[in-house]
């Protein structure tokens, strides 16, 4: 008993009563098709719970936690859940910071580094004891320096900060050239985003204001002079404007000209709107003049450790990091630093971890922020390590998304490590490998939704492969495996060429069309950088170019392009599955197309829960209230007006084959196939959401409650059914991400109908078996980050599998 975990009759969402004991100390998967019930079982039962009870033992209220809809959980630890989703939206916030890293080398460089007078540049003496004694005079000018401490190489401290942009490296300015266009006067359209009615608003005041300092405004711009430029850039009150009219009183009212200036109001609008102004798209983000990008000031950029900067280290990869590191801690040892060794000992041992589980390539200087889910995730296991915690309950939700089958191993290896301490490990997992290498496995299915929730198979691999219920087991008993259609493609091809974007090496590759192409390699090898930053940009805007290359090809051959990345659809409450794709109203429209509809007075608008006229406003539409609980949380209810039903009486009244509304809010996708088969657009519609696996999901159910895999085939489905004419260029980051094997070969076709209407996909893509049933594949490497950036295969699945560079061809079968 005390080494599991017993749940008994657990019904929560799609859960059918199940029962189970998992062993606790052990590695244990939870695997099953998508929207099978594997995320209820451990997020939404074990986590909360066990939150619950830690909460209550601890004499805190647990009000604020609902209970899971389960009879008993026995055996439960105290528990540490690591999600994909990155929390931490702070641009200050970098890898080197979230791992503490960059604290270590803060240390480092305030004890050992070696400075450089930031007056004449010539190297001074070290204080005496490494930071902590008084000031040093520079030996040729004179010029006093403070001693450095570390606070002053922290880019998060006004120390430290390089002045001009506040240690974040970056500045924004205005694209001016983006701005005006000077063959053309005002009235003529030179402010390219002014649009007619402001045009001719902006343009009044504008030779108002010319009148009061005689300065005719009507001319092309390429005609104006200083003074007229700075009056349309800056405005009659700007500092730059009144150098020229010292003695001329700016106008007082904006019918005399008092014009606010084109760039100030860009600059006020921007500020005033946190970047999210309507000229957004005109503010460009460069690396800051003075410190080009280093974010610390002069004097702390000038100090050196064994030849290198602090800010030359952030920019390299961990796994550079790590040799540097190596390199010192070798000589601290022979020198008997013991201050310093330790130190470098302890840093060793956190990179060392990172690197285990395939996150060498990033650098300490990278965003937080610009991380994958996979990514985050791996890197919190990686830090989660050192904490030495036991008998703890780690869950983990697809720790392999977004991971090169190489790095696999390594990421078992940590998560061994972590049961090895006496912890129980349970993932969320599709990963073969992975499932191969877990003590226990738990497979919930058989299906999706309510043809899902419950435990088809349990045991060890063996054990599953002679369960008849497993899903899993029989799947990998068949070993079933996609192939390649080899498909031709049209003869045409898109081609970039000499990119040098990131750590991209002078990359110059060809993509043919009309095949499904997977684009594949290491974590950080430059995919993303190749489809994303350079192809999708350029074809988007419809260019021959784009920054970091000298010139693409080929975009002639295609009429549209639908980029599907992994970014969060919507963090609005109010937005469901039905009203993202655009399904919600269609079903409006039917309603207020009804006799009884009519009858009432009602129509599409009355069908909304989101707008005033039929939604219960108790709620506003919602179905639930917060009530105040005084001095515990706020609780949410049911409406006790509508009873969760969101809509006014006189609505739910009106019927659709028996449905009201609300009714159809209830069911899933798949369950109302049936009811609107005779609608086609609508029938269209939810055929789609079916064949990207979405069949299970609910039509209210809010988007804030999808997986990252569900939002990207939601966000691929809404794209799908827009109407496209003519050769459309799909790009799509790993559309695989979060799928059973079993949804893989539903993805498979679905991609190649795309391909078959006549269309290109092009997807980033880490799983072997959808690279391996593609037409053509481009293998990037042979590492990541600046080991990485070179072509290093491209042609059929079966080329690249017989290229013995290639490391993604060793696992194609």
């Known amino acids: 008993m005390k080494d599991l975990i017993r749940i008994r009759g657990a019904r929560e969402n799609n859960l059918k009563n199940i029962s189970l004991d998992i062993p606790k100390h052990r590695l244990v998967v939870v695997t099953g098709p998508s929207g099978s019930g594997k995320s209820t079982l451990a997020l939404d039962i074990l986590q909360r719970e066990c939150q619950r009870q830690y909460m209550e033992s601890s004499g805190m209220s647990s009000e604020s936690l609902a209970k899971p809809r389960v009879d008993s959980i026995e055996g439960l630890s105290p528990s540490i859940a690591i999600s994909q989703h990155v929390t931490n939206r702070n641009p200050r916030s970098t890898v080197g910071t979230v791992t503490d890293m960059y604290t270590y080398l803060r240390t480092i460089y305030e004890k050992k580094g070696e400075r450089r007078c930031y007056k004449c540049h010539v190297p001074i003496a070290p204080a005496a004891n490494g930071g902590e004694t008084e000031a040093v005079t520079c030996p040729v000018c004179a010029h006093i320096h403070l001693p450095l401490t570390k606070a002053d190489f922290s880019f998060n401290t006004p120390q430290g900060a390089c002045p001009t942009c506040s240690g974040l490296g970056t500045v924004v300015d205005i694209d001016v050239e983006a701005v005006f266009d000077e063959t053309k006067s005002i009235r003529e359209g030179a402010v390219t985003f002014w649009y007619e009615a402001i045009n001719e608003y902006q343009a009044s005041v504008l030779e108002g204001a010319g009148k009061h300092y005689d300065l005719p405004m009507n001319l092309p711009l390429n005609e104006y002079n200083e003074a007229q430029w700075d009056l349309l850039k800056y405005g ?62 002069e004097e702390s950029r000038l100090v050196t450790v064994e030849g290198r900067t602090l800010p030359s280290l952030s920019k390299s990869s961990l796994e550079e990091l790590g040799d540097w590191v190596e390199s010192v801690h070798t000589r601290s040892v022979d020198e008997e630093d013991t201050i310093l060794e330790a130190v470098l000992h302890d840093l060793l041992i956190k990179i060392r971890r990172v690197l285990h589980v395939g996150l060498g390539y990033l650098t300490l200087d990278r965003q937080a922020i610009s991380l994958s889910g996979g990514e985050a995730q791996r890197l919190r296991l990686a830090s989660i390590l050192g904490s030495g915690l036991t008998g703890v309950l780690y869950l983990l939700d697809e720790p392999t998304s977004g991971l ?53 198979g349990q045991g060890s691999l063996k054990e599953l492969l002679n369960q008849p219920h497993s899903v899993t087991g029989r799947y990998l008993k068949e070993q079933r495996v996609l192939s390649s259609k080899e498909r031709k493609g049209t003869g045409e091809w898109i081609t970039i060429q000499g990119a040098t974007l990131h750590n991209l090496r002078d990359v110059t590759v060809s993509f043919p069309l009309g095949r499904l192409v997977a684009v594949s390699g290491v974590s950080g090898s430059g995919k993303s950088t190749l489809v994303y930053d350079l192809l999708a940009v350029a074809a988007e805007k419809r260019i021959g170019k784009a920054a970091g290359c000298r010139a693409i090809t080929g975009l002639e051959a295609i009429q549209s392009v639908i980029t599907v990345d992994q970014s969060p659809l919507s963090r609005m409450q109010r937005s469901n599955v039905a009203t993202y794709v655009d399904l919600y109203t269609l079903l ?24 005033p006229g039929g939604r219960c406003e108790r709620c506003e539409g919602l179905g639930q209230v917060e009530v105040d609980m005084h001095f515990l949380s706020n609780l949410q209810v049911v409406c006790p007006d509508c009873r969760g039903k969101r809509f006014r009486s006189e609505v739910l009244e009106v019927m659709y084959q028996d449905y009201a509304i609300s009714d159809i809010l209830m069911l899933s996708i798949e369950e109302s196939l049936s009811l609107f088969s005779e609608q086609k657009k609508m029938a269209q519609l939810l055929t789609l959401l079916c064949e990207v696996g979405l069949g299970y999901l609910q039509w209210g159910q809010s988007v804030t409650t999808l997986s990252g895999g569900e939002g990207q085939r939601l966000k691929l489905a809404r794209e799908l059914s827009a109407s496209s004419t003519g ?24 991609l190649s109908k795309l391909v078959d209407a006549g269309n290109t996909v092009i997807m980033v893509e880490h799983n072997t078996e959808l690279i391996a049933a593609s037409d053509w594949v481009i293998d990037m490497g042979p590492g990541g980050g600046t080991s990485g950036g070179s072509v290093v295969a491209s042609g059929t699945p079966k080329e690249v599998a017989a290229t013995k560079e290639s490391i993604t061809g060793k696992f194609i079968h």
Request: hydrophobic content about 35%; glycine content about 10%; some cysteine.
């Open 588 to 611: 409006r429209k039917i309603f207020a197309a009804l006799p009884a509809a009519k009858e009432r007075g009602l129509d599409a608008k009355h069908f909304s829960f989101n707008t």
């Open 236 to 297: 009659v009150e700007s500092e730059e404007f009144t150098r020229h009219f010292p003695s001329v009183q700016p106008p007082k009212t904006v019918g005399k000209g008092r014009f606010k200036g084109v760039i100030t109001g860009m600059w006020q609008r921007y500020k005033e709107k946190g970047g999210q102004s309507g000229e957004a798209a005109y503010f460009l983000t460069q690396p800051c003049h003075d410190c080009h990008g280093e974010r610390l000031k």
């Open 404 to 456: 090169h089958p190489k790095d696999t191993d390594g990421l078992v290896k940590v998560m061994k490590e972590l049961r090895d301490l006496g912890n129980t490990v349970l993932l969320i997992e599709h990963d073969q490998r992975v499932i191969q290498e877990a003590d226990h496995v738990i497979d919930v299915g058989p299906g999706a939704g309510r043809f899902g929730g419950e435990i088809v």
């Open 727 to 750: 050769h459309t260029l799909y790009l799509l980051d790993e559309p695989s991400t979060g799928l059973h094997p079993i949804d893989i070969e539903k993805l498979h076709v679905l």
